[in-house]
């Protein structure tokens, strides 16, 4: 038997453009499928600009305390604003409103309890319906269909560790 070609090597070559062809292909596909995703935690703050060399002044009004307290249950337990006590009963909170009344002393006339601030500390398993009487209490009221504000700056306290 005779072997052919024996002396003759087959050189074989690549066909470089089908591949370029494919790696372009490729590169518009990933371009054309990608979605630009906003990071995580860009939020839009609008952070007060820089003062020059000013520090900010304390109010000259001190936050007022509430302290609202509760039994096991979630019910009204106690309510105390700074060292003065209101009970538990259904007539705490018509007491803190009307002591509220007499600090802010509404007749004065709109914007006299601007830089007043309350801060709520509940206990954890407060009923959120004493909260609300509460703010309702410190807020305001409506008299011969006007609104009369009292105090509109309020803050909860951090929650605690039981």
Known sequence: M???HTGREDKIELQMTPMIDIVFLLLIFFIM????VL???DFNIRMPSPASNVTAQPSETPTLMLRITADPNGTLAGLRLDNLSFGNGPQAFAQLHAHIRSLIDDEGGPGSAED???????????DY???????????GYVKDGQQHK???????SPPKDN
Do not use: S
Not at 33 to 36: D, E, L, M, R, Y
Not at 116 to 126: A, G, H, P, T
Not at 150 to 156: A, G, N, S, T, V
């Open 2 to 4: 005779k072997i052919r």
């Open 33 to 36: 499928t990608f979605k630009i």
């Open 39 to 41: 990071p995580e935690g």
């Open 116 to 126: 007043q601030e309350v801060e709520l500390d509940c206990d954890y398993n407060l």
């Open 129 to 139: 319906g004493y909260v609300v009487r509460a703010i309702t209490a410190i807020t």
């Open 150 to 156: 009292l105090i509109e700056r309020i803050k909860f």
